[in-house]
């Protein structure tokens, strides 16, 4: 409601100086002025501005371990199975957290390659992002899908699958 004010002084200026051509030699130069302070003081303010200046890091003797390394995050029995015509797939499987802290989600990256002919030909590289809230030494079941592209147009004869987790996320009890 504060905005009000100024704009019925905008209305009450627009107004004189359509009535009166002595207020208006007068408000032209006055108003020029103080709208060029007004910016300076903003350009000061934001130039002061705390909020601006990203957070000084801590030294990483300071910073605290994660709670959860992708070394004790375990996938296990992962299957893939065709999701359609294109090179789309679903990979079903189990996450077992080894680690002794609660895990929310992690990243795992698959990669497709076709071997029907030596050397294995890399037909793509997907990472999907699993949301698996899962306790510390238990385990939960997964399913995503992965995606690679069909560049060639073929689809892969004799395929082999290799799997690693990028990044978890994970909380302290």
């Given at each position: 409601?504060?905005?009000?004010?100024?704009?019925?002084?905008?209305i009450l200026i627009v107004y004189f100086a359509m009535r009166s051509s002595r207020f208006r030699r007068f408000a032209e130069p006055v108003l020029s002025v103080l709208v060029a302070i007004g910016l300076c003081v903003a350009f000061v303010v934001w130039l002061t501005d705390d909020n601006r200046k990203p957070a000084a890091e801590p030294s990483t003797a300071a910073r605290p371990a994660p709670?959860?390394?992708?070394?004790?995050?375990?996938?296990?029995?992962?299957g893939f199975e065709r999701n359609g015509t294109d090179l789309s797939f679903r990979a079903t499987g189990t996450v077992r957290n080894t680690s002794g802290a609660f895990l929310e989600y992690f990243r795992l990256t698959a990669i497709l390659e076709d071997c029907a002919e030596t050397p294995c030909r890399l037909v793509g590289e997907d990472t999907a992002l699993i949301l698996a809230r899962v306790p510390p030494g238990e385990s939960q079941a997964i399913s995503t899908f992965f995606t690679f592209p069909n560049r060639l147009g073929a689809t892969p004869r004799t395929p082999r699958w290799t799997t690693r987790i990028d990044s978890v996320s994970g909380r302290n009890l």
């Open positions: 409601m504060i905005w009000i004010i100024p704009a019925l002084a905008a709670p959860i390394t992708p070394d004790q995050i375990v996938v296990e029995t992962i």
